[in-house]
């Protein structure tokens, strides 16, 4: 099995920073797809950063410029930057990943969350 565990969420104000990271762990032989995904109360989950391959990290528009996304593939592990943070940034962050386990067999992993609250 391949585990996903985030951290660096927490209480910030706005125009503040965070730095959300997520490690894989188990059985990974190789990730194709990171993805940072959020969800706040009474709304659907929503992709905020993604990237597939060796590609570019593509954005949703209500994050761009404000947050970053980077990776460390020879640690399994991923990173969201956040800054300029808004109240309406506050929700549970979610990260997941995509690949091949030791076993030859594709997996689709999702981390439990970490909660980004901004407060006024």
């Known amino acids: 099995q391949v585990q996903l565990v985030e951290s660096g969420g927490g209480l910030v104000q706005p125009g503040g920073s965070l730095r959300l990271s997520c490690i894989a762990s188990?059985?990974?032989?190789?990730?194709?797809?990171w993805g940072w995904y959020r969800q706040a109360p009474g709304k659907q989950r929503e992709l905020v950063a993604g990237i597939t391959g060796g590609g570019r990290a593509n954005y949703a528009d209500s994050v761009k410029g404000r947050f970053t996304f980077s990776r460390d593939s020879a640690k399994n592990t991923v990173y969201l930057q956040m800054n300029s943070l808004k109240p309406e940034d506050t929700a549970v962050y979610y990260c997941?990943?995509?690949?091949?386990?030791?076993?030859?067999?594709?997996?689709?992993?999702w981390g439990p969350g970490t909660q980004v609250t901004v407060f006024s």
């Open positions: 997941n990943a995509g690949g091949r386990n030791n076993f030859q067999t594709d997996f689709d992993s």
């Open positions: 188990g059985s990974v032989l190789s990730i194709w797809t």
